[in-house]
């Protein structure tokens, strides 16, 4: 069961207001995820406390590192149900977890940060984590 979307809007907004889009749907995941789509940023959002307080802060920060993902979207557990339950079937071989961040490599997922590596960090650390993994699979800087 969704979460009523004005409860959750404010977060949505938390990673859009850093230039990350919106994949409400498995076909807008299907959209970006794809073969040449490049390193692309995926942020599984969720209500709890390390969400905001940590992973979405992290996010904005390693998003104004060089180099960074060619494209980043975000999905929201409990809110955008079916493209996360899509989303996962994508991320075979790693388990569910929300909030956590993934890196796909033209389609393909290369790097998973779950809930219990986010759980322990703060938001700096959870930054880290992330420009550490763009300087990896981000080869290219985006315009």
Same mark, same amino acid.
């Given at each position: 069961?969704a979460?009523?979307e004005?409860?959750?809007?404010?977060m949505?907004?938390?990673?859009?207001?850093?230039g990350l889009?919106?994949?409400?749907?498995?076909?807008?995941?299907?959209?970006v995820?794809?073969?040449?789509?490049?390193?692309v940023?995926?942020?599984?959002?969720?209500?709890?406390g390390?969400?905001?307080?940590?992973?979405?802060?992290?996010?904005?920060m390693a998003l104004?590192?060089? +180099?960074?993902?060619d494209? #980043? $979207?975000?999905v %929201?557990?409990?809110?955008?149900?079916?493209?996360v339950? @899509?989303?996962? *079937?994508?991320?075979k071989g790693? +388990?569910?977890?929300?909030p #956590? $961040?993934?890196i %796909?490599?033209?389609g393909?997922?290369?790097?998973?940060? @779950?809930?219990? *590596?986010i759980?322990?960090?703060d938001?700096?650390q959870?930054?880290?984590?992330?420009?550490?993994?763009?300087?990896?699979?981000?080869?290219?800087?985006?315009?």
């Amino acid at each position: 069961m969704a979460y009523p979307e004005q409860l959750i809007a404010p977060m949505r907004q938390d990673l859009t207001r850093f230039g990350l889009e919106e994949a409400r749907t498995p076909a807008d995941l299907d959209r970006v995820l794809t073969p040449g789509s490049g390193a692309v940023l995926v942020v599984i959002n969720s209500v709890c406390g390390c969400a905001a307080g940590k992973a979405r802060p992290g996010v904005g920060m390693a998003l104004q590192h060089t +180099p960074k993902p060619d494209k #980043s $979207i975000t999905v %929201f557990a409990g809110g955008d149900d079916a493209a996360v339950a @899509h989303l996962r *079937d994508l991320l075979k071989g790693y +388990p569910p977890s929300s909030p #956590s $961040i993934a890196i %796909f490599q033209d389609g393909k997922p290369v790097h998973m940060i @779950h809930r219990s *590596d986010i759980e322990r960090r703060d938001a700096l650390q959870i930054a880290k984590l992330l420009t550490d993994a763009f300087d990896h699979f981000c080869t290219k800087t985006p315009a």
